[in-house]
Each structure stands twice: as structure tokens, then as C-alpha cells.
Nanobody, 124 residues
């Protein structure tokens, strides 16, 4: 079993920054690819960014140049540095992990492990 716990969400003004963390515990050796998803009420959960154990990354177009995903494999922790935040970035952000190295399968069902989510609210 794998447990994922997010932290770092909160309320920030537009243009500000937040750093999300995702701490993994349990059978972490089975996690290859990790990702950050976000969801707002009434909409599907969408991938924000993904990262493999080797450090390859991808981002959804709306956050490119503003968000940076990273992971510290020794600490079993993944991060999402969010800069130049916009009101439309407001959502519940979820940490996810999967066994597959397929960075480009974005569907949430491709991920086996999920955190409980952390709220990010960007005020205008």
C-alpha cells in the first residue's frame, strides 16, 4: 500500500506563489510516475503536471512557464512550485502516483494512488 499526503495549499492573491508538497509513504518503490491533478466543482479532474522517477516532466499548456514540478526520490516527496498564480488556478489539487512510466497517459484512471487533496484559492 502507498499513502500520499499533500500540504501547502491556501489562499493567495493573484500574482503570488505557493509550493505544494506530496509526501509518499508505504510501498513507495512501486511508484514510478507521479503527478499533480486539480479539480473544480462540476468539472473533470485534469492533469496539471507529471514527472517520472528519472525526472522527465510534462505540463498542461495553461501552467507552462509558471509551474514547476519536481521530486526528491530520497525523501519520497514531490513538489509543485506555482508562480504567477491566477484566479483560474483555484481548485483542489491532488497528488497521484502510478507504477507505469507512461508520462503521457493523462487519464486519472491510469493512476493507482491518490492523496486527499489540498485547496488552492487565488483571489483577484
Amino acid at each position: 500500500q502507498v499513502q500520499l499526503v499533500e500540504s501547502g495549499g491556501g489562499l493567495v492573491q493573484a500574482g503570488g506563489s505557493l509550493r505544494l508538497s506530496c509526501a509518499a509513504s508505504g510501498d513507495t518503490v512501486c511508484i514510478s510516475t507521479m503527478g499533480w491533478y486539480r479539480q473544480v466543482p462540476g468539472k473533470e479532474r485534469e492533469l496539471v503536471a507529471g514527472i517520472t522517477s528519472g525526472g522527465s516532466t510534462n505540463y498542461t499548456d495553461s501552467v507552462k512557464g509558471r509551474f514547476t514540478i519536481s521530486r526528491d526520490n530520497a525523501k519520497n516527496t514531490m513538489y509543485l512550485q506555482m508562480n504567477s498564480l491566477k484566479p483560474e488556478d483555484s481548485a483542489v489539487y491532488y497528488c497521484a502516483g502510478k507504477i507505469s512510466q507512461d508520462l503521457y497517459d493523462h487519464h486519472p484512471r491510469s493512476y493507482s494512488y491518490w492523496g486527499q487533496g489540498t485547496q488552492v484559492t487565488v483571489s483577484s
